[in-house]
């Protein structure tokens, strides 16, 4: 089937080659044993549901085109946000050799919970970030040590 899209161009998009039907990802991923294990089950039950069908076989192919553009959605945003989760954390990882060791756990919260906000753009969600390291710039040493028994 080629890969066709309506909306987005995130990551998985990013990957696909002009002279190619097939998505790269898709053909990797078809290469493991239990997807084609699966693939095969399905297409032995939609064989039969068709047969079942008789003349109203329309039915079958309509729900299947619509259950194929959701799995091929889904799919692209799981790999979109799988990516886009590893890049961050890659880049985390690269800096961490120069945090404290007490830094690491606040730095992977805050990596997350950006992450998750999928309503707001990477852009919105670096602002959101900024603005909330700006903010606790402009504590003094005196109030971000309050509360905090030296070592």
Same mark, same amino acid.
């Given at each position: ?12 998009? /990013? ?11 898709? *053909? $990797? =991923?078809?290469?493991?044993?239990? =997807? ?8 032995? /039950? ?8 008789? !003349?109203?076989? !329309?039915?079958?192919? *309509?729900?299947?085109? $619509?259950? /194929? ?56 969600? =670096?602002?959101? $970030? ?19 028994? /030296?070592?």
């Amino acid at each position: 089937m080629p890969y066709t899209t309506k909306t987005r161009s995130g990551s998985y998009r /990013s990957l696909m080659p002009t002279n190619e039907e097939e998505h790269p990802i898709d *053909k $990797l =991923v078809a290469q493991q044993p239990m =997807v084609n294990h699966l693939r095969r089950r399905i297409s032995r /039950s939609s064989e039969a549901l068709m047969l079942a069908l008789g !003349d109203r076989t !329309d039915l079958w192919l *309509k729900l299947e085109r $619509l259950l /194929s553009e959701r799995e091929m959605a889904r799919e692209e945003a799981y790999f979109d946000a799988g990516f886009e989760h590893g890049l961050a954390a890659g880049r985390t990882e690269a800096f961490q050799a120069s945090l404290a060791p007490r830094l690491t756990h606040l730095t992977r919260e805050l990596r997350t919970r950006a992450l998750l906000e999928y309503g707001l753009s990477a852009q919105e969600r =670096v602002a959101a $970030l900024l603005l909330t390291a700006w903010s606790l710039c402009s504590c003094s040493d005196q109030d971000s040590t309050a509360g905090r028994t /030296s070592p």
